[in-house]
């Protein structure tokens, strides 16, 4: 029984293969008809069409119904027609505000980043084409995404071209030994000013700890579970964001303190292994580490 034209078809095409599963393991392409939706495997093949992985293809074929194709083949049979478009790819790309180390020859400095669809932070060792950067800042970028190699022989290394700058923040301008002071150790209350004059404090449920590559606070406030935004730039230090359990305790004082003086918070001084937090000069709460 003949074929017969089913209908013609936009396909959008990802420029990079992924790994099928079928009566052998091979690589095939990736295929959406709507650029809204998932990419899918498609293990068999376009006739006519010649696929150079690291580009993005917008193509027209035509789909013709296969009748009663072989176990693991596909339904359909596609014929190029057009190429509407053939593109190096662009992605949102979010750099950290600090370097992370890479290791080629010599270990260097490099920028730390991932992909908005990605999860895990990654260092750059080819860094970014037209980028500058300055530490302590946060970056949303706009860039192309060059594939560098042959997969086949190499796997998969990608150079990032600057487009545009989407955003630029200051969160993190910091010392590289306050830094590690901040980021290496778990911190407790050790003074705290209630009714403008500093008390001493000992609460052995309190306790912070800083994580400066998301910007972050994290501990007990001598009740609660807490989590917050920090926010450093040269002195200047600010709290934001907090978020807490809901326990109840009773005849506390040093949980509400804390969050009282928190949003008064405007500096900070690293001295003698302590940590102080002031409002311009007035000392807010000073923290030891355990």
Known sequence: MASNLFSQTTLYISPK????????HMKCLQIKFIPEENWQNFSGEIEG?????GYEYEITVDKTDVPDPP????????VFKNLIEKKIPVVI???????????????????????????????LNQGIEGFSYREGYEYELEAEKKLMTKPEEQGY??????????????????PEKERKFLDNNEFTVRRMRSDNKLIKVRDDNFKLSFDLLFNSVRGNDGCNEINGKIQI???????????????????????????ELAGKVSRYKISGGYLRLYEGKKLLMEFETF
């Open 17 to 24: 293969k992924a790994d099928c599963t079928g009566l052998i």
């Open 49 to 53: 069409f010649e696929y150079e992985e």
């Open 71 to 78: 176990a693991d083949a596909p339904s359909f049979r596609y």
């Open 93 to 123: 790309l979010l750099v950290a505000n600090r370097y992370t180390e890479c290791e080629d020859i010599k270990i260097y400095k490099c920028l730390l980043a991932k992909e908005s669809t990605e999860d895990e932070w990654k260092p």
């Open 157 to 174: 290394l990608y150079n990032y071209v600057l487009k545009k700058i989407i955003s630029e923040k200051p969160v993190m301008v910091i």
């Open 233 to 259: 730039i040269g002195k200047e230090f600010r709290f934001s964001e907090f978020v807490k359990t809901r326990m109840y305790c009773e005849n506390l004082k040093t949980d509400k303190l804390f969050h």
